[in-house]
């Protein structure tokens, strides 16, 4: 249910409805806008009864939310919301891109690949410190060693960056030293794991699940939501399909269809959504172009030797032709790559 406060009121006004909600045993989540201030409520079992939220002072009506998905819906806030990343921001007008090397595996490999995507154009570098691996003989990443040079990364660059935790004690290390949590989506079903990021303080990046529906994708979101931390950004990253020539299935159409009922903003991951080099670029430039608010591309300077994810990896170079293809594009589709 929404609880729509009217026009003007204070900040003491919403605090005082806020808490009269919270008083009968319900949570409140106050969602400012551009006209006014909602409120979500959520925590009940079955129906609210309306009439005793139209009677609290200061509310102007109060209108049922008929989806499963309450506070990512744009029933419950209309305008697109912007999450920020350490200082950059992600959806609105702009496209954002997410770049660097699947995994941290060296200090040096972390600070070139680092240094030669933020010469591109990159916003945010990207780079797993944990990594979850089909194989439990494949590299798993460095840990909190790998936390370390990230931030190094970030003090060389000044580029916030994003990594990947595998479970609550991974959100706490990757908390204290990253600008945003990544939940991978092998991850995306894993409620304690989703409560938990509710409870953090940074934003979350959420990749979907290789094979779930947008509705799933959406509750697996709203979980974080209704924890209270509203700083979510989406990721589609490929689905299983019979297709057999690329990785996973890059399911475009899932952009439109979020952005039709969610305000929250959406990534595309075209690496891991094909799985090669070669299709990275044409499919980054069809995301921009379906409406994607920015782009997650793993990038490596010798991609060859790469410890994960080699061969959907792109060069410094193909990453910064492509960035020269995306500054063409946005200003066609009304979107701007700073
Ligand atoms: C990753 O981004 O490195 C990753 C493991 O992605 P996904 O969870 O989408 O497989
Ligand atoms: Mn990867």
């Not at 900040?11 to 409805?17: C, F, K, L, N, Q």
């Not at 949570?27 to 979500?40: K, S």
């Not at 991951?269 to 921009?288: F, I, M, N, Q």
């Amino acid at each position: 249910m929404l609880v729509v406060m009217r026009k003007g009121a204070t900040a003491d006004e919403i605090r005082g409805v806020a808490e009269a909600i919270e008083a009968r045993g319900f949570r409140a989540h106050p969602i400012p806008g551009a006209q006014r201030t909602a409120i979500g409520v959520t925590g009940n079992k079955g129906a609210l009864d309306a009439p005793v939220f139209e009677s609290l002072p200061d509310v102007l009506e109060v209108i049922p939310v008929s989806h499963a998905y309450k506070l990512v819906s744009r029933e419950v806030k209309n305008e697109d919301t912007i999450v920020r990343v350490g200082e950059v921001p992600v959806g609105g007008r702009g496209l954002t891109i997410v770049a660097g090397p699947c995994a941290v595996e060296s200090r040096e490999q972390t600070l070139i690949v680092a240094r030669a995507i933020k010469k591109a154009g990159a916003h945010i570098l990207r780079g797993g410190a944990f990594k979850p691996r089909t194989s439990p003989y494949s590299f798993q990443g460095l840990g909190e060693e790998g936390l370390r040079i990230l931030a190094e990364a970030r003090e060389a660059t000044g580029l916030p960056v994003v990594t990947e935790a595998l479970d609550n004690d991974g959100v706490d290390l990757v908390e204290r030293y990253a600008d945003a949590i990544q939940i991978g989506a092998r991850n995306m079903q894993n409620f304690s794991l989703l409560k938990r990021a509710g409870r953090a303080k940074k934003p979350v990046i959420l990749k979907r699940g290789m094979s779930a529906t947008l509705e799933e994708f959406l509750m697996s979101a709203e979980y974080i939501l209704s924890e209270g931390n509203y700083d979510v950004i989406l990721c589609e990253r490929g689905v299983r399909t019979f297709s057999d020539f690329s990785r996973n299935t890059l399911d475009l159409a899932i952009v439109p269809a979020v952005k039709k009922i969610s305000h929250l903003p959406i990534l595309v991951d075209p690496s891991h959504g094909t799985g090669s080099r070669e299709k990275v670029a044409p499919l980054s430039r069809a995301s921009a172009a379906v409406g994607a608010d920015g782009l997650m591309i793993e990038v490596h300077h010798a991609p060859n030797t790469a410890l994960s994810d080699g061969p959907q990896s792109i060069t410094p170079e193909m990453f910064a032709q492509l960035v020269q293809d995306l500054k063409q594009i946005a200003p066609v589709i009304d979107r701007s790559l700073t």
